[in-house]
């Protein structure tokens, strides 16, 4: 089987969920009592948001390449990362990676291909909504993406930042996610909501929308799952 190497704590709870997601849907395919081999490089989060803030792409990449050259030396053939935020250098990464990378946002929008929709509201982190690496791939296929007006990108990525990213769902913060994507389904006429965040699967697990979800995180897992299992 292949060996995968994670870049994780970007953020931890999201490095929490791969690590489950991983090894037991790889023993649920085979039927039998196996987990895979796989490393964690784990990373911090808000050494990721701080380049991004400081627009320094060209240090989040050497950030993340020595992560990735972690991996590498411990035997990992192909590397991920667990935050989509961190995609937004994913090309320039590639470029000088030692193994092969497994975009999250690709996955997300072949995903999105194979089910037919054209226009879908991106939801996530600050720099991941305000940047164009999610549009430039889903343009690929076709599909249009829609996010937040200005002041509804700020607030959730302050929440983000300050609550999901420590494992905190308030109520109150829930209600205003909800109402936010509520407004732009029914504003914007898109067919799905793209939960652009390894963390908004906590905050939107119990809330109901009239548009399916795509779970980016899990969409990732069970590409990397069917990598894995790969001879």
Do not use: W
Not at 135 to 145: L, T
Not at 201 to 221: K, N, R, T
Request: charged share 20%; net charge negative.
């Amino acid at each position: 089987m292949n060996k995968i190497g994670l870049i994780g704590g970007t953020g931890p709870e999201s490095t929490i969920e791969y690590y489950k997601g991983i090894e037991y849907g790889v023993q649920q395919k085979l039927g039998c009592n196996f987990f895979p081999n796989l490393t964690i490089e784990s990373l911090s989060v808000f050494e990721v948001l701080g380049f991004c803030e400081k627009q320094d792409y060209s240090g989040l990449t050497n950030y993340l390449l020595q992560g990735i050259r972690n991996l590498a030396a411990a035997g990992a053939q192909y590397a991920a990362l667990t935050g989509i935020t961190p995609h937004i250098v994913f090309d320039e990464l590639s470029e000088v990676s030692p193994i092969p990378l497994i975009s999250m946002v690709d996955s997300a929008r072949d995903y999105a291909g194979v089910h037919g929709y054209k226009k879908i509201c991106l939801l996530g982190t600050l720099p991941t909504m305000e940047g164009t690496f999610f549009q430039s791939s889903f343009a690929k296929c076709g599909i249009e993406v829609v996010t937040p007006n200005a002041e509804e990108k700020n607030y959730m990525g302050m929440k983000i930042e300050t609550e999901l990213e420590f494992g905190k769902v308030l109520p109150e913060t829930q209600s205003a996610f909800k109402k936010i994507a509520d407004r732009i389904i029914r504003e914007e006429q898109v067919q799905a909501v793209v939960l652009g965040c390894t963390e908004l699967p906590l905050i939107f697990d119990s809330v109901e929308l009239p548009v399916p979800y795509i779970d980016v995180m899990q969409v990732h897992i069970n590409t990397l799952i069917d990598l894995i299992m790969q001879s």
